[in-house]
């Protein structure tokens, strides 16, 4: 059983920070790519950042120079810096683990989602 539970998310005026954190806990071998998504009400769901094992970023380029991904591999932690939030940073921000149990292959792990953590930003 694995379960990510994120936390730091909250209500903050237009141009606040916000930092969220993402743990995942449970029979893990091994975590792979780490990552927050978001999805606000009638939109699709897409990703605001990702970092692998080694440490490689990619950012949805709405949130390029404002939003920084982080990860701590030694305490299944991920990080997400939210700076100089906009309106249309509200929505759900979901956690998202590439984990690899003793269940699973050498060649790929099984995606986790946290429960997900809302954030609004009021202008």
């Known amino acids: 059983q694995v379960q990510l539970v994120e936390s730091g998310g909250g209500l903050v005026q237009a141009g606040g920070s916000l930092r969220l954190s993402c743990a995942a806990s449970g029979s893990i071998s091994r975590i792979n790519n780490m990552g927050w998504y978001r999805q606000a009400p009638g939109k699709q769901r897409e990703l605001v950042a990702a970092?692998?094992?080694?440490?490689?970023?990619n950012y949805a380029d709405s949130v390029k120079g404002r939003f920084t991904i982080s990860r701590d591999i030694a305490k299944n932690t991920v990080y997400l810096q939210m700076t100089s939030l906009k309106p249309e940073d509200t929505a759900v921000y979901y956690c998202?683990?590439?984990?690899?149990?003793?269940?699973?292959?050498?060649?790929?792990?099984?995606?986790?989602w946290g429960q997900g953590t809302q954030v609004t930003v009021s202008s």
């Open positions: 970092i692998t094992r080694p440490g490689s970023t």
């Open positions: 998202n683990a590439n984990v690899f149990t003793s269940s699973d292959s050498d060649y790929a792990g099984r995606g986790y």
